[in-house]
């Protein structure tokens, strides 16, 4: 049975769905909702998976508290506490005011707490592309040799200091940047297409296993 | 016998923590003594502009807010440059997200865009809220706004809002901005541009400025601006800068010394090579 | 009642302006199941080795030689009905699969974290068949999956786990945005081991940067099809090339007519 289901339904589902939104991007026919209503289904199923995401996160954190995981228990007291904390004003907001954001509690943890560190990991982002640049960017060959100058002169055609230490650094990062890199980026928005077409009819056709929960290698 | 580390040797390992510091000491220049250098203006923002001036009075334009307040300093400038322009132009603007603090970036815009305070909700712009689903959602959109939005972010019905009785499908809207951070460009391109026509614009994070050339090299884009600069770009050619304008200094502090960062270890790197080491 | 019939062009059977689109597509997929059919008839098709693929049981030995675990992760992504990021998140799953196997065989640790809530069950699913594959079901948890949901907290669980378990080998592989580059460094920084793959062109450059190994492009949705070399499904990838190949002409042929100033083949791929 559960065969049966892993396998067999997942198929049948897939070529259904497949087959729908098919003739519904090419032939349309005058009066037929299928595809939407398809797709209006599958944003709902994304939105209960956040459940079901929930759940699990209550479960995992919820043992290591149990278990009193060292160096990790504390956070997760703290992270199963907030939750409770956000999901209880947020609810409390939408039931009673209408939107969670009315809760000046959730409101307040949402622009104070969450948005300033979220904004703070972004701007981590720079400093870790620093030091990957400084790790990355090294002239071992002729082929990294002229990385590192076609990155050079993409890095000072984006900021206005390049155009003052020479005013030809932006003309010849921008024959970089059109010439080089674009032409690449098409390669690989194409091969990457290719591959994901190829990819679906495999599926399509059964044969992929990581689309059935499947697993390969000997 | 151990080789001793020239200091030629050291340049190549310099601790990621030391180079940390020296970013963060750098970055913090401009704020003493600001730069102020000048920022010349790309052609896709040049024809993103000059797009958005051919808007007419009364014409309605969907802008896409699909970033989150991370990324506030990398789209925000341009969205707010454009949403200025726009309302110059007499347009009526519906503002839609895709991320769940999207409330937070709409009231920000709303600061931050001095005409919200004389124009009329419902009447000149409409804020939908937040939608989710990705590029099915982005399709349905294109052939019944009402579908995915009956109401407004306030619960309020969209037929009884002045600006949206006639507008609902693709073709009632002049052109789309998305300001994004990932992929609702694409969705828009291919559920909007390509079926219906619908002209496509993007504001995009530095990171999406490759991803979308050869779109708008092949005409599919109609203009893009690209990160921090392509918002200083926009908010030189409105004639009013603002934050992106600001922040350029520390691009370029930062960008001189990832040059150096790099010059270094490769002097290093170089230093070793010649003397026989790896 | 949908309204593009109102001013779609749907005069005739197929959409306009999607003719040509429709006959690529078939042109296509006839070209896969022609070389499909072919490899199961024992018409050998040949695909260069995928370095990545091939650093996979390396990087498994690493681990386990260390004592260390071995981290995967599938990136944001967008969600599983997501048209550009879903089918890499199901590509990362046969990629999964196949390194869950080593680690079972090799008896390393394996942490995957999965920020994606409907990629869950499906991640679950296919760690509980690589158990049963090795034999070792019961030492299955569903404590293997981590889920955290949002691209910050999932950055800093990430980062918290790589400084406090110190994993020996990263496995970066599926949708990501910029969460990659800070995974990434991280993991150069504890000096672990790391394999990279994405089809998303904007985070290419950073995991080729940061990764040792790296699956690009097309290279993540043929890896799945590279751990079985199915005959048959090898026959997709050599349908693929085949493809591009046709593509490369097109572009040849329309360049030169451009160049004349004939629209002819602009003409046909506009119908």
């Given at each position: 049975m559960s065969t049966l289901l892993k396998r067999e339904v997942v198929y049948l589902i897939t070529g259904v769905v497949a087959v729908t939104m098919?003739?519904?991007?090419f032939f349309f026919p005058k009066g037929w909702d299928v595809a939407s209503t398809l797709q209006t289904w599958a944003m709902i199923i994304g939105n209960i998976a956040l459940g079901l995401g929930a759940v699990r996160l209550l479960l995992f954190y919820g043992k290591q508290v149990q278990k009193r995981t060292v160096g990790v228990w504390h956070y997760s007291v703290w992270l199963i506490v907030y939750f409770f904390i956000c999901l209880i004003t947020g609810l409390a907001g939408y039931i009673t005011l209408g939107h969670q954001d009315k809760n000046p509690i959730y409101y307040w943890n949402f622009t104070n707490v969450y948005t300033p560190l979220g904004q703070a990991l972004y701007a981590m982002t720079g400093f870790y592309i620093f030091s990957a640049a400084y790790r990355a960017?090294?002239?071992?060959?002729?082929?990294?040799a002229l990385l590192l100058i076609a990155g050079c002169f993409t890095l000072l055609t984006n900021a206005p200091i390049g155009e003052v230490i020479w005013v030809q650094i932006p003309v010849i990062g921008r024959w970089f940047l059109d010439i080089g890199q674009v032409p690449g980026m098409r390669t690989f928005m194409i091969a990457g297409a290719f591959g994901l077409l190829a990819y679906g009819f495999r599926a399509l056709l059964g044969k992929e296993k990581g689309f059935y929960a499947e697993v390969g290698g000997q | 016998m151990t080789k001793q580390e020239t200091i030629l040797d050291k340049m190549q390992k310099i601790d990621r923590r030391i180079l940390y510091w020296v970013l963060f000491i750098g970055l913090m220049i401009p704020f003493v003594s600001p730069l102020g250098l000048p920022v010349a203006v790309t052609p896709s923002t040049v024809d993103l502009y000059k797009e958005l001036t051919k808007v007419k009075t009364g014409e309605v334009i969907i802008i896409n807010l699909a970033f989150g307040v991370s990324a506030w300093s990398e789209c925000l400038p341009a969205t707010v440059a454009s949403t200025k322009l726009l309302f110059k132009q007499g347009a009526k603007i519906i503002f839609l997200g895709v991320h769940y603090d999207v409330d937070l970036t709409w009231a920000k815009i709303k600061d931050q865009v001095p005409a919200f305070k004389t124009l009329t909700y419902g009447k000149n712009y409409v804020y939908l809220g937040f939608y989710t689903g990705g590029e099915a959602t982005v399709a349905r959109l294109a052939t019944s706004i009402r579908t995915v939005f009956p109401t407004d972010a306030d619960k309020k019905s969209l037929d009884e809002i002045e600006m949206m009785k006639n507008v609902n499908v693709a073709k009632d809207i002049k052109l789309v901005l998305s300001s994004d951070t990932g992929d609702w460009c694409d969705y828009y391109i291919r559920q909007w541009r390509v079926p219906y026509g619908t002209p496509v614009g993007e504001i995009g994070i530095a990171m999406l400025g490759s991803s979308y050339m050869p779109h708008y090299q092949a005409g599919i884009l109609f203009g893009m601006t690209v990160g921090v600069r392509g918002g200083a770009e926009l908010e030189k050619l409105i004639g009013e800068l603002g934050e992106a304008t600001v922040t350029m200094d520390s691009i370029n502090i930062s960008?001189?010394?990832?040059?150096?960062?790099?010059?270094?270890?490769?002097?290093?790197?170089?230093?070793?090579v010649k003397r026989g080491g790896k | 009642m949908d309204e593009r019939g109102d001013y779609l062009r749907v005069n005739t059977l197929i959409v306009a302006g999607r003719v040509a689109a429709l006959g690529l597509l078939i042109a296509t997929l006839a070209l896969f199941y022609v070389y499909m059919y072919l490899g199961?008839?024992?018409?050998?098709?040949?695909?260069?080795?995928?370095?990545?693929?091939?650093a996979i049981p390396e990087a498994v030995g690493r681990a386990a030689e260390m004592g260390k675990p071995l981290m995967y992760t599938i990136g944001i992504g967008g969600g599983l009905s997501d048209a550009s990021q879903g089918p890499q998140i199901l590509a990362s799953?046969?990629?999964?699969?196949?390194?869950?196997?080593e680690c079972i065989r090799s008896g390393v640790k394996m942490d995957a974290f999965?920020?994606?809530?409907?990629?869950?069950?499906?991640a679950e699913e296919t760690l509980r068949t690589a158990f049963l594959a090795e034999g070792k079901v019961e030492e299955f948890s569903p404590d293997i999956v981590r889920f955290i949901s949002g691209q910050s907290p999932y950055c800093t669980a990430v980062l918290g786990y790589l400084q406090r378990e110190r994993p020996a080998s990263n496995l970066l592989i599926g949708g990501f945005y910029y969460e990659s580059v800070i995974i990434a460094e991280a993991g150069n920084t504890i000096g672990a081991i790391q394999i990279g793959g994405t089809n998303n062109t904007h985070q290419m450059p950073f995991l080729i940067a940061t990764c040792d190994y790296?699956?690009?492009?097309?290279?993540?949705?043929?890896?799945?099809?590279?751990?079985?070399?199915?005959?048959?499904?090898?026959?997709?990838?050599?349908?693929?090339?085949?493809?591009k190949m046709v593509l490369l002409v097109l572009t040849g042929v329309g360049f030169l007519l451009g160049f004349a100033?004939?629209?002819?083949?602009?003409?046909?791929?506009?119908?």
């Amino acid at each position: 049975m559960s065969t049966l289901l892993k396998r067999e339904v997942v198929y049948l589902i897939t070529g259904v769905v497949a087959v729908t939104m098919f003739i519904d991007f090419f032939f349309f026919p005058k009066g037929w909702d299928v595809a939407s209503t398809l797709q209006t289904w599958a944003m709902i199923i994304g939105n209960i998976a956040l459940g079901l995401g929930a759940v699990r996160l209550l479960l995992f954190y919820g043992k290591q508290v149990q278990k009193r995981t060292v160096g990790v228990w504390h956070y997760s007291v703290w992270l199963i506490v907030y939750f409770f904390i956000c999901l209880i004003t947020g609810l409390a907001g939408y039931i009673t005011l209408g939107h969670q954001d009315k809760n000046p509690i959730y409101y307040w943890n949402f622009t104070n707490v969450y948005t300033p560190l979220g904004q703070a990991l972004y701007a981590m982002t720079g400093f870790y592309i620093f030091s990957a640049a400084y790790r990355a960017f090294r002239a071992r060959n002729i082929d990294a040799a002229l990385l590192l100058i076609a990155g050079c002169f993409t890095l000072l055609t984006n900021a206005p200091i390049g155009e003052v230490i020479w005013v030809q650094i932006p003309v010849i990062g921008r024959w970089f940047l059109d010439i080089g890199q674009v032409p690449g980026m098409r390669t690989f928005m194409i091969a990457g297409a290719f591959g994901l077409l190829a990819y679906g009819f495999r599926a399509l056709l059964g044969k992929e296993k990581g689309f059935y929960a499947e697993v390969g290698g000997q | 016998m151990t080789k001793q580390e020239t200091i030629l040797d050291k340049m190549q390992k310099i601790d990621r923590r030391i180079l940390y510091w020296v970013l963060f000491i750098g970055l913090m220049i401009p704020f003493v003594s600001p730069l102020g250098l000048p920022v010349a203006v790309t052609p896709s923002t040049v024809d993103l502009y000059k797009e958005l001036t051919k808007v007419k009075t009364g014409e309605v334009i969907i802008i896409n807010l699909a970033f989150g307040v991370s990324a506030w300093s990398e789209c925000l400038p341009a969205t707010v440059a454009s949403t200025k322009l726009l309302f110059k132009q007499g347009a009526k603007i519906i503002f839609l997200g895709v991320h769940y603090d999207v409330d937070l970036t709409w009231a920000k815009i709303k600061d931050q865009v001095p005409a919200f305070k004389t124009l009329t909700y419902g009447k000149n712009y409409v804020y939908l809220g937040f939608y989710t689903g990705g590029e099915a959602t982005v399709a349905r959109l294109a052939t019944s706004i009402r579908t995915v939005f009956p109401t407004d972010a306030d619960k309020k019905s969209l037929d009884e809002i002045e600006m949206m009785k006639n507008v609902n499908v693709a073709k009632d809207i002049k052109l789309v901005l998305s300001s994004d951070t990932g992929d609702w460009c694409d969705y828009y391109i291919r559920q909007w541009r390509v079926p219906y026509g619908t002209p496509v614009g993007e504001i995009g994070i530095a990171m999406l400025g490759s991803s979308y050339m050869p779109h708008y090299q092949a005409g599919i884009l109609f203009g893009m601006t690209v990160g921090v600069r392509g918002g200083a770009e926009l908010e030189k050619l409105i004639g009013e800068l603002g934050e992106a304008t600001v922040t350029m200094d520390s691009i370029n502090i930062s960008h001189v010394m990832a040059i150096v960062a790099i010059g270094l270890a490769n002097l290093g790197y170089a230093a070793t090579v010649k003397r026989g080491g790896k | 009642m949908d309204e593009r019939g109102d001013y779609l062009r749907v005069n005739t059977l197929i959409v306009a302006g999607r003719v040509a689109a429709l006959g690529l597509l078939i042109a296509t997929l006839a070209l896969f199941y022609v070389y499909m059919y072919l490899g199961k008839k024992g018409r050998e098709v040949q695909i260069r080795a995928l370095p990545a693929m091939e650093a996979i049981p390396e990087a498994v030995g690493r681990a386990a030689e260390m004592g260390k675990p071995l981290m995967y992760t599938i990136g944001i992504g967008g969600g599983l009905s997501d048209a550009s990021q879903g089918p890499q998140i199901l590509a990362s799953m046969s990629i999964m699969g196949y390194a869950a196997r080593e680690c079972i065989r090799s008896g390393v640790k394996m942490d995957a974290f999965i920020p994606v809530a409907d990629a869950l069950p499906l991640a679950e699913e296919t760690l509980r068949t690589a158990f049963l594959a090795e034999g070792k079901v019961e030492e299955f948890s569903p404590d293997i999956v981590r889920f955290i949901s949002g691209q910050s907290p999932y950055c800093t669980a990430v980062l918290g786990y790589l400084q406090r378990e110190r994993p020996a080998s990263n496995l970066l592989i599926g949708g990501f945005y910029y969460e990659s580059v800070i995974i990434a460094e991280a993991g150069n920084t504890i000096g672990a081991i790391q394999i990279g793959g994405t089809n998303n062109t904007h985070q290419m450059p950073f995991l080729i940067a940061t990764c040792d190994y790296m699956l690009l492009a097309e290279e993540l949705f043929a890896a799945g099809a590279a751990i079985g070399k199915d005959p048959d499904v090898l026959g997709t990838i050599k349908g693929e090339d085949i493809m591009k190949m046709v593509l490369l002409v097109l572009t040849g042929v329309g360049f030169l007519l451009g160049f004349a100033r004939v629209p002819f083949l602009i003409d046909i791929l506009k119908v």
